[in-house]
């Protein structure tokens, strides 16, 4: 991917600076900007030239104090503009309040992230996820999923799902070419996945392959759903000593699972997945690839994630580009049978056990 970032001159380059160094502060002003309905309101009296101070003060029952302090930096940061005494949003600013995955992302980073990245430094001397401590006292944040307030959990999910969930109608019509009678849904979560294989096909069973606390919450789920009887779980923890997984999948599905481990801890899931194998069955990992992505915004996310698993979610994973996968796939004794691009940010490898002969 090419690299289109102009050469700033020193005065530009010293703004951006600054910019950096105060980026804490238009945060959380953004944050509240949305979460008092300041951008809401002035979006609203677009047609009337967008409201002053005073007005937004007097409809939302903020004082004029609080309601300048934030537009003074949201003006200053590109997020509204003002005319005369009149404020009205820019594009930014739109994008900030309306567009679904900006949303997604910035809860996520304010209700998740935010306390735990003051730690990072630490995080990254010691290899530990040092900034979990904000959330709960777990080794990694999987454990304690669970266990996380509502408003956490709901912007972990729908950090999670927003970048998955609109791949599953592409990736069940591909998977299911094969007719798989036993699916291993690894890394099930909330059973979300499971649930949509077997609304999909009447013939399949699912066994969701996670932790004992999410193995819980997802089983219910499906239960939940009237797939009690053809939904199953095995729990398991990667991280112990010999972790197994049983026998007789057609289909291993792994989503968004495995950049949540580091590559030696890769290669052991991978390992053990393939062990369990036969030569008939196949196991298909889905992730985003930070060296396939058509934009930068993109790939800045990617890597802006990787942070959060280095100080919060294990302290020893990251969002990969696919060259690593590629030679971990490799390593663990498995070989690429199909390579798909899945929507626009996902890829879809599609592996089988060396032993396999691969058709034409």
């Known amino acids: 991917m090419s690299n289109p970032i102009k050469k700033l001159n020193a005065v530009e380059a010293l703004e951006e600076a600054h910019r950096i160094a105060f980026a804490p502060f238009v945060f959380q002003a953004s944050v509240s900007l949305r979460k008092l309905g300041i951008l809401d ?59 679904t995955t900006t949303g997604v992302n ?3 980073a304010h209700d998740v992230c935010y306390k735990g ?47 998955s969930d609109d791949i599953f109608a592409d990736a069940l019509e591909r998977i299911f070419e094969r007719k798989p009678k036993n699916l ?15 609304n999909f096909d009447e013939d399949v069973n699912v066994k969701i392959v996670d932790l004992p606390g999410q193995l819980a919450m997802a089983l219910a789920n ?43 801890e890769i290669v052991k899931i991978l390992s053990t997945c393939s062990e369990s194998m036969d030569d008939k069955a196949q196991l298909i990992i889905v992730e985003t690839f930070t060296d396939r992505q058509a934009f930068r915004a993109s790939q800045f996310i990617l890597e802006a994630t990787s942070l959060y698993f280095t100080v919060l979610a294990n302290g020893n994973s990251k969002m990969y580009p696919s060259t690593v996968f590629l030679r971990l796939i490799d390593k663990a004794g498995l070989q690429l049978r199909d390579d798909i691009q899945l929507g626009e940010y996902h890829t879809m490898l599609v592996c089988e056990k060396k032993t396999a002969t691969i058709s034409a």
Request: aromatic fraction near 14%.
């Open 222 to 264: 499906a239960e939940s759903h009237g797939f009690k009887d053809r939904i199953s779980g095995h729990a398991i923890d990667w991280l112990s000593e010999n972790p197994q997984i049983p026998s007789g999948a057609d289909l291993i599905w792994m989503c968004q699972f495995l950049d949540c481990f580091s590559e030696d």
């Open 117 to 163: 990245l003051f730690h990072l430094n630490d995080s990254i001397k010691n290899g530990k996820p040092e900034g979990l401590k904000e959330l709960g006292q777990w080794k990694t944040i999987y454990e304690g999923l669970s266990q996380l307030t509502p408003t956490e959990q709901q912007s972990w999910f729908d950090f999670d799902h927003h970048y």
């Open 106 to 108: 910035l809860n996520f």
């Open 41 to 99: 309101y002035i979006f609203d009296q677009r047609e009337n030239g967008g409201p002053t101070v005073n007005e937004i003060s007097e409809n939302l029952s903020i004082s004029p104090y609080g309601v300048g302090v934030l537009l003074e930096i949201a003006e200053t940061s590109n997020i509204v503009l003002k005319t005369k005494e009149q404020y009205e949003l820019t594009k930014v600013g739109y994008f900030l309040n309306y567009n």
């Open 184 to 198: 291993f849904d690894v890394g099930g979560n909330t059973g979300k996945f499971s649930i949509k294989c077997c």
